[in-house]
């Protein structure tokens, strides 16, 4: 309705419930629930379970059944004391990588900060960097600011509003099959779409799950649903990225790829914008016409092939 401040405190509460909530009810889970897992690791009363199940698996499953057994009897129970102690090293490491997130969980209040900062006064410190880069390299300085400008806009267009509609898509599509934790795997699949995994990840095993407890009907649904999800991306990213910025998509997706590999989650934006002002510069470099002091003969003719 026309008035700034009321922008500022939707959009901060967009933010809020979009990126902070979701990453911090992933990582309370992870904590809450390693506990359990860590004791069960450490404790010596640890045995490998018999799988009745095995035995209902078609041509197969009398062999599977009695090879675990045979397993189990001759010496199960030495197995896992070997095994043990590298199964408490791994789920104690994984938690410590939760914990660690703590990081992201303050860059993500530090983001909320200064998006209400930008949000509210944005215009006059844009315009000031764009003076600067102007004063610094002329028009092509002014050209890369409002390029990395577009680059941005393009990665959280393309890459972050495709995660979002995946993994909203696929968590309906759990909470309507009946999937326990539908939420949280909900969150899990948020992060995978981000870091260009895809919600397969999680909507697969929850197929298996649906057809190991006999539930064929919702198991068949989300399947065709899960087909749906997981090749949505393919149609609605392109879209997107195309309305934030004209760059290829191999350079939008390298970018995030590579990114999050050197910079961690923020890489999802660093590594997308430095490959795409990098190859506009170069581009512009490369087809950029010959200054006026040339040949005039020679410009004419580079003119013609240009066009």
Known sequence: WGRRSLAVLVMTILL??????PVALLVNSLVDNSGPVIDWATKGNMELPTFEW?????LVGDKLYAGWNTLVNSGGSAIIAKIRPYIGTTT?????QAIHIGSFLMHCALMLLFSVLLYAKGETLGNGIRHFAFRLAGTR???AVLLAGQAIRAVALGVVVTALVQSVLGGVGLAVAGIPNATLLTVVMV???LVQIGPLLVLIPSIIWLYWTGDNTWGTVLLVWSCVVGTMDNVIRPVLIRMGADLPMILILSGVIGGLIAFGMIGLFIGPVLLAV????????????PQPQDDPNEVVEVLEERD
């Open 16 to 21: 809020l419930m979009l990126f902070v909530i």
């Open 54 to 58: 095995l035995n209902g698996i078609p």
């Open 92 to 96: 104690t490491w994984f938690l410590g």
């Open 141 to 143: 300085g002014d050209a």
């Open 191 to 193: 992060l995978c779409c």
């Open 278 to 289: 990098s190859y506009r510069l170069i581009s512009v470099w490369m087809h950029e016409a």
